[in-house]
């Protein structure tokens, strides 16, 4: 069973703050100002953990790129990621291990342009 966890975007002031899960009401009332993002319970290929908003990077054996957000397919019921640069969902399945993160779609929105596939690789 994978563990449920979430990490939090302030967005007035720009930046995470540590989200605990056992947050009482009075909490609640101050959560319209944060961006819930919830651990996919998976780790990338440095061992760190993926949330939704992370951004990651993928170099496949013939040398192709994948880079995108990763975000919950309410459809699909599963995460994904939104490949912005060929505008294609990337299903990875058992392959997440393959995936580094490189950012965040807060901190490092610029990483999903397309100028910039060439200076990530």
Known sequence: MREIKFRAWDKEK????????SCSSLFWD???NWELMQF????DKNGKEI????????????????IG???WNESLCQFQI?????????MPNDEWDSYEIIGNIYENPELLKEDNEKEIH
């Open 14 to 21: 720009k930046r995470f703050v540590k989200w605990d899960n």
């Open 30 to 32: 101050y959560v319209y």
């Open 40 to 43: 996919t319970g998976l780790k």
């Open 51 to 66: 949330y939704e908003g992370d951004i990651v990077k993928a170099i496949w054996i013939d040398d192709s790129i994948d």
């Open 69 to 71: 957000a990763v975000f």
């Open 82 to 90: 939104d490949n912005s640069i060929t505008d294609n969902y990337v």
